[in-house]
């Protein structure tokens, strides 16, 4: 069974998302800068010696895989850093639109209680 999405949204402690959202926000940041370092500083030294008879290929070929993953890496860090710049936009759109909705619930309360005090009324003064 399937639980309501309202209940669901009211489960979820706000506040602590709304004031953990920068903190999300500045880890990625860090992961990033700290994956583009590390792509600099992971560059091979140039090896000693000659290398052993066809292992020439073999080197290239995971020398070219090793760069491909470091770019992987490197698109990953910078699709977190923006996932979590929308997460925290999105958190911050919700809390405004939570406090909206507060205010139009209660706007509609007094509508329905004014409207119900108008039908009551001419009853009342008979």
């Not at 639109?97 to 507060?102: A, H, K």
């Amino acid at each position: 069974m399937a639980l309501p999405w309202s209940t669901l949204v009211k489960a979820i402690p706000w506040s602590d998302v709304i004031a953990k959202a920068p903190d999300l926000a500045q880890g990625a940041r860090k992961l990033w800068q700290k994956a583009a370092g590390q792509s600099d500083a992971g560059e091979r030294p140039a090896e000693a010696g000659a290398p052993l008879a066809g292992t020439d290929a073999r080197f290239a070929s995971l020398d070219t895989r090793l760069t491909e993953l470091a770019t992987r890496q490197q698109e990953v860090t910078e699709l977190l850093a923006a996932l979590a710049a929308q997460n925290a936009e999105l958190v911050s759109t919700t809390d405004t639109l939570r406090g909206q909705l507060r205010r139009l619930w209660i706007a509609v309360g007094l509508l329905g209680v004014l409207s119900a005090g108008s039908l009551i009324l001419p009853f009342l003064t008979r």
